[in-house]
């Protein structure tokens, strides 16, 4: 079983920054591949970004959306999966959600994941 608790979100201008956050419980996490989700108003959940392993090599995805402005990133240690924001758009606008699947494989769907956070604005203003 995995807790997730999102952090970090807000209302920021166009071209800002912010760095969103998730804090896992449990004591397997490192075995959890995670992802990063967000809800538009009036839109479906979308895929924003995944973090897998595969050999001891750490791979990455994208959505063509955010790829250049995103970063995630994850501390084992802290047991924390961070999503860097730079150069935001007011269509970034949306509930941000982390989210962990069991195995080692990028997810790039929402029934892929079998955790969620309970998700964290990001608000951008022109």
């Known amino acids: 079983q995995v807790q997730l608790v999102d952090a970090g979100g807000g209302l920021v201008q166009a071209g800002g920054s912010l760095r969103l956050s998730c804090a896992a419980s449990?004591?397997?996490?490192?075995?959890?591949?995670m992802g990063w989700f967000r809800r538009a108003p009036d839109k479906e959940r979308e895929f924003v970004a995944a973090?897998?392993?595969?050999?001891?090599?750490?791979?990455?995805a994208y959505a063509d959306s955010v790829k250049g402005r995103f970063t995630i990133s994850r501390d084992n240690a802290k047991k924390t999966v961070y999503l860097q924001m730079n150069s935001l758009k007011p269509e970034d606008t949306a509930v941000y959600y982390c989210?962990?699947?069991?195995?080692?494989?990028?997810?790039?769907?929402?029934?892929?994941?079998?955790?969620w956070g309970q998700g964290t604005q990001v608000t951008v203003s022109s």
């Open positions: 989210a962990a699947k069991r195995g080692y494989g990028l997810g790039y769907g929402v029934a892929e994941y079998d955790y």
């Open positions: 449990g004591r397997t996490f490192s075995s959890y591949a």
């Open positions: 973090m897998g392993w595969s050999g001891g090599t750490a791979y990455y």
